[in-house]
């Protein structure tokens, strides 16, 4: 299986909706159009930054449909997967490889609390049923289910299971990935975007940022400056990226990435109800970060 691709920058893209909450099919392609431009090395619909989990069942493929249909080509398309019963994981895999994505990222299930031999045969079942490379996403905060290095070693003996988005924060954690598979060809990326450097550092193959909604020539900087052998330039560029990615405490996640993207000029939209955007104050916290990076 084919997964040199899997590599650089992914930013997991905004979807913006209408008045009705629907998806915005003209503002999301020209926000695709804005992060290829960007340099990014791939894009991956339906992330958490992409309100997955506010959006109508139809408009969950169509927003794979139109985000493989605008990249025509130029970067590889990861569709993300967070159903909470395997039947429906199955259900989106098959979908999402009939749209034309080239790979999946395969959530824990949120709200119930499966046991790590649970988790296993979700995420083997769902792999089994589709022919694309499977990237694992680890984010325990948000879903309350961690994979562990141990469930880790044992998924990455399923053919079609060849890499990981690792968000929990903790670097211990993430290059404990990177250790136990680096004889695999497995492939960690850094989800959290002020650990894309030191992922790359310690073995892994790039990263899936947010920021890149906003700034994708910068954080593509930090990745192209560690390939080019140099560091002291790519952390620069991860230093100049930090005081972004820190303000998206600002708001409730991930309202901060859409108001950025907004106030960029691109159009975004709304956050999905309950969210709403940030508070003027805070807008205006965002919109000096944005012009001390000479992004406004």
């Not at 990249?71 to 398309?77: E, H, I, M, N, Y």
């Not at 395969?106 to 049923?129: C, D, G, R, S, Y």
């Not at 404990?176 to 960690?188: A, H, L, N, S």
């Not at 400056?225 to 330039?233: A, E, H, P, V």
């Amino acid at each position: 299986m084919d997964t040199d691709f899997i590599r650089g920058v992914i930013p997991p893209i905004v979807t913006p909706v209408d008045d009705n909450e629907r998806l915005d099919e003209q503002s999301f392609r020209c926000i695709v159009d804005h992060v290829i431009e960007g340099g990014v090395h791939g894009i991956l619909a339906l992330g958490s930054n992409g309100e997955f989990f506010g959006l109508d069942p139809e408009d969950l493929g169509r927003v794979v449909a139109v985000t493989v249909e605008q990249s025509a080509g130029r970067v590889p398309v990861y569709a993300g997967i967070a159903a909470i019963s395997t039947r429906e994981g199955i259900r989106q895999a098959r979908l999402y490889e009939e749209l034309g994505a080239q790979a999946i990222s395969i959530l824990p299930p949120m709200f119930v609390t499966p046991t790590e031999n649970e988790l296993f045969h979700h995420f083997k079942k769902i792999a089994e049923a589709t022919s694309l490379p499977i990237l694992l996403y680890n984010n325990p905060d948000k879903v309350g289910n961690n994979i562990s290095p141990g469930l880790l070693e044992r998924l990455v003996e399923v053919p079609n299971i060849v890499g990981m988005k690792d968000s929990s924060g903790d670097q211990t954690l993430t290059a404990e990935f990177i250790r136990r598979t680096r004889d695999k060809g497995f492939k960690v990326l850094a989800g959290r975007d002020i650990m894309i450097l030191s992922t790359l550092v310690y073995g892994g193959v790039g990263c899936v940022a947010s920021t890149a909604n906003v700034v994708p020539r910068l954080v593509v900087e930090i990745y192209d400056k560690y390939m080019d052998g140099d560091i002291q330039g790519a952390l620069e560029a991860q230093y100049r990226l930090a005081p972004l990615r820190m303000a998206w405490n600002l708001g409730s996640f991930p309202v901060a990435t859409k108001d950025a993207v907004n106030l960029i000029g691109l159009k975004a939209g709304k956050p999905i109800l309950p969210n709403t955007s940030c508070s003027e104050e805070n807008l205006s916290k965002i919109r000096t970060i944005l012009k001390d990076m000479q992004y406004l």
